[in-house]
């Protein structure tokens, strides 16, 4: 497998973190978006993969910059990457 669960867990940790400083419940943002609850429980949780335009539709729903989020995706992946393959 070339995406590593674990960096799935980061994107779904940097979109949850996003969410709880928008100051929003899994079920407010569910309902912004027109999905269930169990939807953003399963990417937060890392448990289901989303496409970029998913991301899109997230953060704009959070009403934040995608610019910092993907950020911090990036260094959350950093962090979590086997050292043999850092460069």
């Known amino acids: 497998m070339w995406v590593r669960p674990e ?15 928008a100051g929003l ?35 704009s729903a959070l009403g934040t910059d995608p610019r910092r989020v993907f950020a911090n995706i990036i260094k959350g992946r950093a962090r979590n990457e086997p050292t043999a393959n850092r460069r």
């Open 7 to 21: 960096e799935q867990r980061v994107v779904g940790e940097c979109l949850a973190a996003a969410r709880n400083r």
């Open 25 to 59: 419940t899994q079920r407010e943002l569910a309902a912004r978006l027109g999905k269930p609850q169990s939807f953003v429980s399963a990417y937060e949780n890392g448990q289901r993969r989303i496409d970029l335009l998913e991301f899109i539709a997230i953060v």
